[in-house]
């Protein structure tokens, strides 16, 4: 099929979406509408194109005609450079358009929950992970998104043994998903007398926040259990039962809220990662069959593979996925992490598209 019927298919089919989006009986079921508002504004931006695309069309066609027919030198000349330029701009969008028409991860505009915890290394791992964790906080405050904490357990020198947080942004899922996997850091630890450099390690999960419509919750499933915070909190702490734990029952799956006073928002917050954990177990099986297609794996690999190395000494941060080294270690664990996720994106775009082409 040429890419111009493809994308008058789309065309059609975005038009019928904007006709059963106002009609009644799809307004009524909430599920069925959210979901059809959400493919009719995904496939805003490919309509978009496909409009600019035949719009170059036309003009190179006017470029041509042109050229068959005009008798002056200049007039032609002038039809030939628009020519080549609209030649390009064509190039272009085609390129831009089969990237849009790949099937995407449906998650990706979701919201994130972010969950690091220290791995190898003692001490000095639960530092690494407060420095990874703040990394992350500036990052999300440089796009502009919300965070949330919802649970930590402090390490006993600083840093965290482990730390939950939502991420809300549109698309946080579909850029922060990169980051899953093991992060090492190779440095001369603070508790070290003798400069020797030590390696430890942190793990990143990024998961998709799941949505009451992906996930029902029943209440005699849950079990909830209220006990006294143990982390910052000023004068509430251990002095009010704030803090939530739920137990869900099925699946054993135990989730804990603590960052609020107020026990009612702990628990919002606990049900919002229970739901994203029970989510995540439908979502690892999308994510296996995608790993299946591929032969390297970007955004979706191995979580227990090691990802990425922070070396100090050497001031450089090494991608394993991509082979790709920055030398701008200081910059990057300020939060500066723009130029690794886009790097990490267009090998995963590149990917994609091959195994489109087969």
């Not at 998650?107 to 003692?122: L, P, S, Y």
């Not at 990024?206 to 006294?228: G, M, N, Q």
């Not at 609020?260 to 917050?269: C, G, M, T, Y």
Request: charged share 35%; aromatic share 6%.
């Amino acid at each position: 099929m040429e890419i111009t019927d493809k994308l008058e298919d789309i065309r059609r089919r975005w038009e019928e979406m904007g006709e059963q989006l106002n009609d009644p009986a799809v307004m009524a079921d909430m599920k069925r509408f959210v979901k059809l508002n959400k493919d009719y504004k995904d496939m805003e931006p490919v309509v978009a194109a496909f409009k600019e695309y035949k719009n170059i069309v036309a003009n190179i066609e006017h470029a041509r005609e042109i050229m068959r027919k005009e008798k002056d030198e200049d007039f032609r000349n002038m039809a030939k450079e628009e020519l080549d330029e609209l030649s390009i701009l064509k190039e272009k969008l085609e390129e831009d358009i089969r990237l849009m028409l790949i099937p995407k991860d449906p998650q990706d505009d979701k919201n994130a929950v972010v969950e690091i915890r220290a791995g190898t290394g003692g001490d000095e791992a639960s530092i690494f992970a407060g420095d990874l964790y703040r990394m992350y906080l500036k990052y999300c405050e440089n796009k502009g998104w919300k965070t949330e904490l919802v649970d930590m357990n402090e390490g006993t020198v600083g840093g965290f043994k482990e730390i939950v947080f939502n991420v809300i942004g549109p698309g946080a899922y579909g850029i922060l998903k990169f980051e899953s996997g093991v992060h090492r850091v190779q440095r001369v630890p603070k508790t070290e007398t003798q400069g020797r450099i030590h390696t430890s390690a942190a793990s990143v999960v990024v998961l998709p926040e799941a949505e009451e419509f992906d996930i029902e919750l029943l209440d005699k499933d849950i079990r909830k259990d209220t006990f006294c915070s143990s982390g910052p909190g000023g004068q509430s702490v251990n002095t009010t039962y704030s803090a939530v734990r739920l137990t869900h029952i099925p699946s054993g799956i135990v989730v804990s809220c603590q960052d609020e006073k107020s026990q009612i928002k702990n628990l919002a917050k606990a049900m919002k990662v229970l739901r994203t954990r029970l989510f995540e177990r439908e979502y690892s099986k999308y994510l296996e069959e995608i790993a299946s297609k591929r032969k390297t794996m970007v955004s979706t690999g191995d979580r227990s593979a090691k990802i990425r190395t922070y070396n100090w000494p050497q001031g450089r941060v090494t991608d394993h996925r991509i082979n790709l080294t920055l030398y701008n270690l200081s910059a990057i664990i300020d939060g500066d992490v723009d130029e690794m996720i886009e790097k990490l994106q267009m090998a995963e775009n590149a990917e994609r598209l091959k195994t489109e082409l087969g």
